[in-house]
């Protein structure tokens, strides 16, 4: 069984920064990708950015050049350093981790930018 734990979420002011970390179970190098997805309230689920276990990342283009994803190997984490942040990257974020064809989520943390 894998668990994911998410934290680092809060309020903050548009233009302001948060750091989103992610507490695995597993080795991290059990995982074959890593992500964080959100979910506005009234909207779908989207991928918010992903890492591979060879460390490539991808991002969704609303938050290129502002978030930054990133692997803790030695402390079996993952984080999203959000900087510039808008009132429409208000959401739950979602750590997920897939191994193989399976994929893990966590609960979730939310994230409330003000205007």
């Known amino acids: 069984q894998v668990q994911l734990v998410e934290s680092g979420g809060g309020l903050v002011q548009a233009g302001g920064s948060l750091r989103l970390s992610c507490a695995t179970s597993?080795?991290?190098?059990?995982?074959?990708?890593m992500a964080w997805h959100r979910q506005a309230p009234g909207k779908q689920r989207e991928l918010v950015a992903t890492?591979?276990?060879?460390?490539?990342?991808n991002y969704r283009d609303s938050v290129k050049g502002r978030f930054t994803i990133s692997r803790d190997n030695a402390k079996n984490t993952l984080d999203l350093q959000m900087d510039s942040l808008k009132p429409d990257d208000t959401a739950v974020y979602y750590c997920?981790?897939?191994?193989?064809?399976?994929?893990?989520w966590g609960q979730g943390t939310q994230v409330t930018v003000s205007s």
């Open positions: 997920t981790a897939r191994i193989y064809w399976t994929d893990y």
């Open positions: 597993r080795n991290i190098f059990t995982f074959n990708a």
């Open positions: 890492i591979s276990s060879g460390g490539t990342t």
